[in-house]
């Protein structure tokens, strides 16, 4: 059965089936099956006032074809019609839950909705930015396929405010040298195992555009195992609101600032 990852591309996801994998039992190795229903995937949304797309965001998670999920929305308390969205979203499915309360910024935001996840599988979706039908599916199929490899990152787009195709993001095929040069990972299309928090901690809250860039640098430079699939499966938003864009010069004197202080 073909699943449709993106409006350009597709692959047979159910295809992988189900995965062989090690385990040691009484000191001896063998072959087990690990079914993709004991695998939780948490994505936490931040948001602050996105009143205008948050609906489109929260959709895109609850109506994914893989189900054992959750989505925290960490909202940084919005003025706008944003809580009365999430009241609505929240009635009708329970596995979204929501917190309203200050912040100190994206990163911490983030942070305390990945410090209440429950998930086996972590990601993080912004409130204006969108998943494609079936990636979470995929994600979760690659994962287990692979099990050696702590972090999947696929392909994403740009879109407008009406969710209509831009551009693509740059994304490349996993080289840790060609990341110390530019950032080529679509934060939205980047999911990981919980162990790597065990491991190399949150967010850095002093970081306000380049937190997820940071983060790929640390994980990278701590050995973390990055994979790379060839599927579109999310979409940033590009608008005149949005915070990379209207705050372009901020954002790239953050990055020097960051990559001059590792």
Not at 3 to 18: A, Q
Not at 234 to 248: E, I, P, Q, V, Y
């Amino acid at each position: 059965r073909q699943l449709r990852i993106s409006p350009v591309d597709s692959i047979v996801v159910d295809s992988l089936g189900p995965v062989e994998v090690m385990s040691i039992d009484d000191g001896l190795p063998r072959k087990v099956h690990r079914p993709m229903q004991e695998a939780k995937l948490s994505i936490v949304m931040p948001s602050y006032n996105q009143g205008a797309f948050i609906a489109r965001s929260i959709t895109s998670v609850l109506s994914q074809s893989y189900r054992p999920i959750e989505l925290i929305v960490m909202d940084g308390g919005s003025t706008d019609q944003s809580l009365d969205v999430l009241k609505h979203f929240a009635r009708k499915d329970a596995r979204l839950r929501w917190y309203s309360e200050k912040d100190a910024g994206q990163a911490d935001a983030v942070n305390k909705g990945w410090q209440r996840a429950e998930g086996n599988i972590l990601g993080w979706l912004n409130s204006d930015d969108i998943f494609y039908p079936h990636a979470f599916r995929a994600v979760m199929k690659f994962l287990a396929k692979y099990p050696e490899s702590d972090v999947i990152y696929g392909e994403g787009d740009h879109v407008d405010i009406d969710d209509r195709f831009l551009t693509r993001h740059p994304t490349e095929p996993w080289n840790p040298k060609r990341l110390e040069e530019t950032v080529f990972l679509a934060q939205p299309s980047v999911f990981f195992r919980r162990e790597v928090i065990d491991r190399c901690g949150l967010l850095d809250t002093q970081l306000h555009y380049c937190m997820d860039y940071e983060y790929w640098l640390r994980l990278a430079r701590a050995g973390v195992s990055f994979r790379y699939i060839p599927w579109v499966l999310s979409g940033t938003r590009f608008h005149r609101d949005a915070k990379t864009l209207k705050h372009r010069l901020a954002m790239h004197a953050e990055v020097n600032d960051m990559l001059r202080s590792r």
